[in-house]
């Protein structure tokens, strides 16, 4: 049976981890073996957080092998940059933020962000989907849930039903969130069935 | 009933089924979530931190050999802490069970070394148990204490990073009481050397059972091949990379790993031309097997010491494929390493340390970043408490001006012996302490400063400024971290006093919960004021960017407060915001 595996990239504070974590009960929820594994530096904040989760029939290790990922999730666009070659050059979607963060510890970063990186991986012939979910998540009342929004187009990828989803969601949310993430996950999965269809 | 938990969570999980009364233990990546998850959530294990590994190892033999199960925990260097006592405890063995956990980072992912801490077992004479997921993390803690009663013995579980912060499914249990061992005062078994002599042959008779006990035992497990042409011994998170990348092939998992089975393994290898031998970190099992006279094995020349494994690894060292490579060609892919946190007080101390240009001599803590741009201003670190006698040692080559620096749980940890030796032996140290009342870097949990324990009840706060006075240190300063002048002026006095000195920076870390929690107004700049000279940008405050107009702007959301931009701003452009309440 297929194995998904799905690498979570962003900034330590931005909710990568979270998502991933959402992702991965959602697959408990449905009945796979499941397991994830985060890997970050020294100290997470501020650095670059991954979070690798992969499901299935029998899952063994945590760890995703680069070029086997059925999705890269990218919550910004220089970290969707430096996880993409996880990513299966086949089959696989990167999904990203279009958002930018410039790293505050590296001197000059303005100058030498790379903000080209979306066209880059699509001139590779990787199947990118860009989506403004920080944007739609300002929109909804709240910038931090841009996580959920691309949660929400990620489910449009994973063969997991949206009650399951949403029973994952309704769980793991306090409950004063819980209104306006059920919003951003399904303006994300409204905007991910869109692009699909253009796509098609 | 299944739960979706952490290689950590489930040794708490197995700690708490088992009837654990008593556990201790001090931070250190990657154990630190096994104490975390205990104070949070299984109270009745009854969970300290305390003030360094060896304490911690000390107060587990304590309530052990008075009758407890008992846990301990700490990181691979944390057991080089508590050796002193590590090394001695077989010779008396234990009462109740007693298991110490080894949390070893290969990759070093969050250390000051790589160290296989199965050799320092072998030195201790000390079974180790090696779980392969978080099932086994549950698993194992558990079956480990009924090990250590079985054979009078601590027993170290020897986790790694991968597996300690892996999470998977594991099913659990409800907690048993386990009715606390009757201890009898006995001082043959638990006192003074010369009753060792009597004990050290005991100490060869448990070693001797547990290596017959794991020739039969349920940790180790042989899994049969589809041919005899490739074997694989493994064990723990290394199992998983080989299920994944050799599916078909005979594997004996070792969960035990020390003492070996040397009759289990020489049959295994006996049936396959060649036996690989995948473990992380040293060639602890391959030694073993090779002195046993088992020569069809490959193990360190083709899969390596340094760093952690993966299914890539593996695929890559045994020709299966080489798994893509960062995009970097064609692209900058610039670094985002770690920074100091928005408001933290460690900013204004090492802007302070660049600024006198003095020799410093560091610790280990958030503030090893002070060695990083923008700031490079730490040119030593080892270990914890390194930081007191590195410079007393500088000091005496001729290097005059070297400041000390440290945090405040490694003060606690280990700086006092040192800032004692500094007076003593008439050194004219001066010594920082950033007094940010916790253990920053492995999540901000409570120590002796904070005046709260690990279950957040309250507790007496250590006073340092007492503390170094009866050290004999006369110079004694405190000052507000965020006061960057005053940082500045007392740090600099302190260095041409002529004899030893503490400067205390005080100033909460930013991320305790309280502290979180708390409202605080945010700076902003007024565009008319700013000249765009960009001093604030020097204050490296990950809070403020700059505008399409190249103006600096403060994230409002982010801001803690701490005024340092403000103070820094020649137009007086930034000030408390307006409409907050
Ligand atoms: C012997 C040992 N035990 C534990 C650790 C893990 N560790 C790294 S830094 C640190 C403490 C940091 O606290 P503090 O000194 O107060 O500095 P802060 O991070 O708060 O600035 C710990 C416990 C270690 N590196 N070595």
Redesign the pocket.
């Known amino acids: 049976m297929k194995i998904y595996s799905l690498m979570f990239a962003g900034v330590g504070g931005q909710g990568s981890l979270l998502i991933a974590e959402l992702t991965s009960l959602a697959a408990v929820q449905a009945g796979y073996d499941t397991k994830q594994t985060e890997v970050h530096g020294v100290s997470q904040r501020g650095g670059s957080v991954e979070t690798h989760v992969r499901f299935g029939e029998k899952i063994h290790s945590p760890i995703v092998t680069p070029g086997e990922a059925h999705a890269v999730v990218g919550l910004e666009k220089l970290e969707a940059l430096r996880f993409a070659h996880f990513i299966d050059p086949q089959n696989g979607t990167i999904l990203v933020n279009d958002y930018e963060l410039v790293p505050a510890s590296v001197l000059n970063a303005e100058k030498i962000y790379p903000h080209e990186s979306i066209e880059f991986l699509k001139s590779k012939g990787l199947r990118v989907i860009s989506l403004p979910a920080s944007q739609t998540a300002r929109d909804l009342g709240d910038a931090r849930m841009a996580n959920v929004v691309l949660l929400g187009a990620l489910s449009n990828l994973l063969p997991i039903e949206r009650e399951v989803w949403d029973k994952t969601l309704r769980l793991r949310i306090p409950a004063k969130y819980l209104e306006g993430n059920l919003q951003a996950f399904e303006a994300g999965a409204k905007e991910m069935t869109e692009r699909m269809k253009a796509e098609a | 009933m299944r739960e979706f938990l952490l290689g950590n969570e489930a040794i708490a999980r197995g700690a708490w089924e088992a009837g654990v009364k008593f556990v201790s233990g ?4 990657p154990s630190t979530e096994i104490i975390e998850t205990l104070a949070t959530r299984y109270p009745e294990t009854n969970p300290r931190w305390t003030a ?2 060896k304490v911690a190892f000390e107060e587990g033999m304590g309530a052990a050999i008075g009758g407890l199960r008992t846990l301990v925990t ?2 691979h ?2 057991l ?2 508590a050796a002193d006592a590590f090394m001695v405890f077989p010779y008396s063995g234990t009462n109740g069970g007693f298991v110490v956990i080894s949390a070893d980072d290969p990759g070093m992912h ?3 070394n790589e160290q296989d801490n199965r050799y320092l077992a072998r030195v201790a004479k000390v079974p180790v148990l090696e779980p392969s997921d978080a099932q086994e993390c549950r698993d194992f803690m558990m079956a480990g204490l009924n090990l250590s009663e079985q054979f009078h013995s601590p027993v170290m579980l020897r986790t790694t990073t991968r597996l300690a912060h892996h999470k998977g499914l594991v099913e659990v249990g409800e907690r048993t009481e386990v009715a606390t061992r009757e201890f009898n005062r006995d001082p043959q078994r638990f006192s003074v050397p010369i009753y060792r002599l009597l004990r050290r042959p005991e100490v060869e008779k448990t070693l001797t059972a547990l290596a017959e006990y794991a020739e039969t035992c349920p940790f180790n497990r042989i899994e049969e091949g589809r041919d005899n042409k490739i074997g694989v011994v493994t064990s723990g998170i290394s199992y998983q990379y080989v299920k994944e990348v050799l599916p078909h092939v005979g594997v004996l998992r070792l969960g035990i790993t020390y003492p070996l089975p040397a009759n289990l393994l020489r049959d295994f290898c006996s049936k396959y031309e060649t036996v690989y031998v995948i473990e992380e970190g040293e060639p602890f099992i391959e030694e073993f097997m090779r002195a046993a006279g088992i020569a069809n094995i490959t193990g360190k020349e083709l899969f390596g010491v340094i760093g952690e494994y993966s299914p890539a690894r593996l695929r890559k060292t045994l020709g299966m494929g080489n798994p893509p490579a960062p995009f970097t060609e064609g692209i900058k892919l610039i670094p985002r390493p770690p920074m100091f946190c928005i408001g933290c007080g ?1 900013r204004t101390v090492f802007a302070a340390l660049r600024q006198l240009r003095v020799t410093v001599s560091g ?5 090893t970043m002070g060695a990083l741009p923008p700031y490079e201003a730490e040119h030593t670190t080892f ?2 408490g390194a930081s007191i006698g590195v410079a007393v040692g500088l000091e005496q080559a001729g290097h005059e001006n070297t400041v000390a620096i ?6 606690v ?2 700086g006092i012996p040192p800032l004692i030796d500094a007076v003593y032996n008439k050194s004219r140290l001066t010594l920082i302490i ?1 007094d ?1 009342s ?5 999540g ?1 949990q409570p ?1 002796p400063i904070s005046g709260k324990d690990a279950m957040g009840e309250e507790t007496p706060k250590l006073d340092l400024e007492a503390l170094s006075r009866a050290s004999g240190v006369q110079n004694v300063a405190v000052v507000d971290t965020w006061d960057r002048k005053e940082v500045v002026n007392v740090i600099r006095r302190a260095v041409s006093f002529k004899g030893p000195s503490v400067v205390i920076a005080r100033g909460p ?1 930013q991320q305790l919960p309280e502290i979180k929690r708390s409202l605080r107004i945010p700076f902003f700049i007024h565009e008319d004021l700013c000249t765009q000279c960009d001093a604030c940008f020097k204050v490296w405050c990950p809070a403020i960017t700059r505008t399409e107009n190249n103006f600096p702007v403060i994230a409002a959301n982010e801001c803690t407060s701490c005024t340092v931009c403000a103070q820094v701003c020649p137009t007086d452009a930034i000030k408390l915001a307006e409409g907050f309440a």
């Open positions: 001090y931070p250190g990546t360094n590994e700490m990181k260097v944390g080089n802490v969050s250390s000051q460690h610790d280990i803590g958030c503030y270990c914890m440290i945090g405040d749980s490694t003060f940890h280990a950033l940010n916790a253990t920053g870097m492995t901000s120590n870390c």
